[in-house]
Each structure stands twice: as C-alpha cells, then as structure tokens.
C-alpha cells in the first residue's frame, strides 16, 4: 500500500501497521464486512417474504395449503442450523444441477448418482466450470440468501402467524359487519394490525440472524469471523512478513465492536418502527402514544 | 451440407475439450507450509507451487478455491471443485469415497508437542483436528481427543492449557515450535501416518486422476519435485528417487 512497506522488520510500530493493517489480506477482511451487510440487506426481505407466504398458508382454510406451511414452519425449525447449512445447501445446489441437467442433455445416457459422485454434463454444471471466479462467489451467495431465508422464513413465518391470531377477535368482526371479503378483511385489517404484535419476535429473528454469518463460511463464503480467526491466527515469520503471536482476542475484540454497533443501530431502527406501528392501535403502546398527542 | 455438419460437431466437440480444461482446485488455505493464504490475500505455499507446477505439464487450465476443511469432501463429490490438493493424507477410509494420485508428499511422521517435557501423551488430553488421521490415531491411543476445526485452534488449546499435547503433522509444526521461544517443545515419539499426501478426485473421474497421476511421476523423475520439497520444508525432508521411491534423509 505505501512505498516504505517493502522491508516491514525496519519500521516503527505505526508504520508496522500502518502496512500491516494495508496489506492485501486485509482488503480481504474489511470487504467481508461489506459481504455480511449486503447479505443481511437482501436476506432480511427475503425471509420477511418467505415467512409471510409461510404464516398465510399456514392459517389457510385450504387444507393441503395449511399443511404446507404448518409443515415447512415445523421441519425447518426443527432441523439443526449446522446440518441444513452443511446437506441443504449441497442438495438445492444438486437440484439446480439435476433439472439443467435433464434440459440440457437429454441425449446423457450415465447415470447421475454413481456411488458417491453426483455427474452431470458439463453444460449442466452452476456455474459453469469455465465462468471467472467471481461468477462462482456470486452463486454461492445467492445460495446462501436462499438458504438464510428458508431458516429464518420458517422462524418468521411462526412469529407472523402469532402476531395474526394476536389481532382482536373484535377487529375482524368489525370489518365482517361492514361486509367486508375474506380477502379485505386480511389486507385491509389483519395485516396492517398484526405488525405490532410480531415485532418484537421479528427484532429477535433480525439480531439472531447479524450474528449467523459465521455459517457462511461452511458455503465458502468468508466472512468476517472467518477472516478474524485466519488473520489473528500464529503468523510465523516463514509465511508472512508480518510475523505475530495469537492476536485473535483482538480481531475478535473489533468484531465485537462491530456487533454492538450493529445491535444499537438495530435497536434504535426497531424502536421508530415500533412507535410508527402503534400509532392508532389498540394496545397499551397506542393507548400511551395517543395521551401524549392530546395532553 | 454435410461438411457443415461435420464442422459444426468438431466445434461442438473442441467446444467440449475447452470447457472440461477448467480445473477447480480445492484446498483449505489454513495449514502453511502445505498450503495458506499470503500477505497479499492469495493461496501460496508448496501445493500451489506443485499444483500449478502440475497444470502446466498436464496442460489444464486450474483455478484455485478455497473451502471448509469439514465439507471440502462432500464438495468435491458434488461437483463444486474437481480435485482435492489440501494436505490429505491417503487412508483406507476417505479411499472408500474419493480416489488419491499417487502421493507428491512422502509418509511422514506426525509429532506431539506440548508446553513442557515429560507429558503423558499417551494418558492426558491431546488435540488434534477435525477428521484427521492425527485425530483417529489419538483416539486409538488411549489418550483423552480434543478436536478443533482449524489447525491454528489445536495450537492454541495448548498454549492455553487445555490440552497437553497436540498432535500434527511433523512439518507442520517445526516453524511453530521455532518461533515459540522454548515456549512449545517436541514431546514423545515420531508417529508414522497416512500414505503421504495424494490429491483426491471423484472415483468417476478417472481420466483427469490419470492426467495428475502422470504429471506427478514426470515431477519425480525430474526431480522438480525435491526441489520444492527441500524449498518448503528444509533439507530434512524425504524426497523420491527418480522411479518414485522414498528416500529418508
């Protein structure tokens, strides 16, 4: 990074890490902190979407559909984060393959599961083995934030459909008498009521999932924690030209730094939406803010 | 129309053979001086240095990945990458699942090393990493498994006091112990493990293992392959006569 890194034993502490802090491994690092953002920016919607689709099946009056998602919230919560991320993953990645498979190469006559291995053609593969690396990085991220979102779906798609039985029965009945659909009676009265109750479930889901980015690495996606315990690590002086003890502590101690300013920047973010939920409902939250607007 | 036709299908064929010559190379990137990430944020060590080394005479046209120790097998199997170049040991066991080259590291010991002398490696607590064969070995031993899922994690579980010992590949250890400053000594005696260190391959991939196979013995009768073997780990090493036999030096 700066012209007198060349012969790092020779410097000063600050200029030892200034360089130190500058090389290109830890480019690698602070990228990581971008990666995990941007995941948790795409994944939150993601999963908000699959456990909304979820909590409606769930309390759909169509049986098979109702089954459906009481199903997909059961298993899912029930199954290991760890085994998902480590079969899942693989498995949906199979499934992708599988179907370009039979697309593409109908004339393939090998089977595809030959004891361990799994063949497809080449022009099968995802991504294909001639793409550039970052095509590769790419769809194991897209991998990761569908898996995410089906573990966190399922997580959400429960506390949405608490948050849905939470609404007064006497709402619903309300909008009834006034000769309201089914239809209109979701949109139009349950759902901008329930947000209120499932929040606080849903805040629980959001700071759990900041801090389940370290399964990422088991996609090979790495990330920040993986980057903390890479760079932290014993560094002998055969390897490296910044030679250090086990600084794992305090790689680890700036992740921390990172995760509560995270939890605080969440805290006060969940907490204006709360107060913009409330207003005008009929909880004991509305009820204060509507004494302060009239006192 | 018909000399189209043909053209077309060699194209397609070519086509094939370009698409194939991409080799994914899947390594773990945490256990210098077999193979770690460098200064500059890029995979080094001696199995990059073999394995382009490799690419070059077999003619293919390799990129390197980096993946979990824990699934890199699963991952290989499914396809995600095309060989294994990671410091594997060849065992029985994983040769039930994956096929090795012949090995491009000879047998070699693995060591113990502890905090002090005089450890009972054989009674206390020892560490070792997540299916190795330095895992299986303490297991069978008698002696008390830890196991962590990077090498680095081993290291520490001594320094830290909870384990004795650790066990690891021999080569693997000198730099650590060296630069310890007393603090981590050898302790007991060498073990011999594995078949040495092969590159593993999907069991249906026999004509790329073939490829490798091949690249392999031309670097042993050359002797190239010594030279990077005394450059990464010292003169002390075994090295292979030029039809592929271990010397002990």
Redesign the interface.
Same mark, same amino acid.
């Given at each position: 990074m700066f012209s007198y890194c060349a012969d790092p034993d020779t410097l000063g502490t600050f200029r030892w890490f200034s360089c130190y802090l500058t090389n290109g491994v830890h480019w690698s690092f602070y990228l990581s902190f971008l990666k995990v953002l941007a995941l948790l920016a795409v994944t939150a919607p993601v999963a908000l979407s699959f456990g909304f689709a979820g909590a409606m099946a769930a309390r759909s009056h169509i049986l098979p559909l109702s089954w459906l998602g009481k199903a997909y919230i059961a298993i899912v919560r029930g199954v290991p984060d760890i085994a998902f991320f480590l079969f899942f993953v693989i498995a949906l990645d199979q499934g992708f393959e599988w179907l370009r498979h039979k697309v593409l190469c109908p004339d393939w006559t090998d089977p595809v599961r030959q004891g361990n291995d799994f063949i497809v053609c080449q022009a099968a593969k995802l991504p294909l083995g001639t793409s550039p690396e970052w095509v590769h990085e790419t769809y194991g991220f897209f991998l990761a934030v569908v898996t995410f979102s089906i573990v966190f779906g399922a997580f959400a798609a429960n506390v949405l459909f608490g948050g849905m039985r939470a609404v007064p029965r006497a709402q619903l009945e309300t909008a009834e008498a006034y000769g309201m659909t089914r239809r209109q009676t979701f949109w139009r009265i349950l759902v901008p009521q329930m947000w209120v109750y499932a929040l606080p479930g849903l805040s629980n889901l959001w700071m759990v999932l900041i801090k389940a980015t370290p399964l990422l690495f088991l996609l090979g996606i790495e990330d920040i924690v993986y980057w903390a315990r890479e760079l932290g690590g014993t560094k002998t002086s055969r390897f490296t030209d910044y030679p250090h003890g086990d600084w794992r502590m305090w790689y680890f101690l700036g992740l921390l730094i990172f995760y509560l300013g995270m939890t605080r920047v969440s805290e006060l973010g969940l907490e204006r939406l709360m107060r913009r939920l409330s207003h005008g409902q009929a909880t004991s939250g509305g009820e204060l803010l509507r004494k302060e607007t009239t006192a | 129309m018909k000399n189209l036709i043909l053209t077309t299908a060699a194209l397609a064929l070519t086509a094939?053979i &370009?698409? &194939?010559d991409?080799v994914?190379m899947g390594t773990e990137?945490?256990y %210098? %001086?077999y193979n770690?990430?460098? =200064?500059?944020?890029?995979i080094?060590?001696f199995e990059r240095e073999v394995g382009d080394e490799l690419c070059k005479r077999a003619n293919l046209d390799c990129?390197w *990945?980096?993946? +979990?120790w =824990?699934?890199i097998i %699963?991952?290989l *199997?499914?396809?995600?990458y +095309?060989t294994i170049i990671a410091g594997m040991s060849i065992t029985d066991e994983r040769d039930e *699942?994956?096929d090795f080259t012949q090995n491009y590291y000879p047998p070699t010991a693995s060591a113990y090393v502890a905090a002090a002398e005089g450890v009972d490696v054989a009674g206390g607590i020892v560490a070792a990493q997540t299916a190795t064969i330095q895992a299986g070995h303490v297991a069978e031993s008698g002696a008390t498994l830890v196991e962590f899922a990077?090498p680095?994690e081993t290291?520490?579980a001594v320094?830290n006091g909870e384990a004795d010992a650790v066990l690891a590949d021999y080569d693997f250890l000198v %730099?650590?112990v060296?630069?310890s400053g007393g603090e981590l000594v050898f302790v007991g005696e060498l073990v011999p493990l594995g078949g040495g260190i092969g590159m593993g391959f999907?069991?249906?991939?026999a004509e790329l293992r073939g490829k490798f196979d091949e690249a392999i013995a031309s670097m042993k009768a050359d002797g190239s392959l010594n030279e990077m073997l005394v450059k990464w780990f010292g003169e002390g090493i075994s090295t292979y006569d030029a039809d592929g036999t271990v010397v002990t030096n």
């Open positions: - | 094939g &370009a698409m &194939a991409t994914r990137g945490a %210098p %001086p770690f990430i460098n =200064d500059a944020g890029e080094d060590g990129e *990945v980096k993946n +979990d =824990d699934s %699963p991952n *199997v499914s396809g995600n +095309d *699942v994956i990077s680095e290291i520490a320094r %730099p650590i060296e630069e999907r069991e249906s991939d």
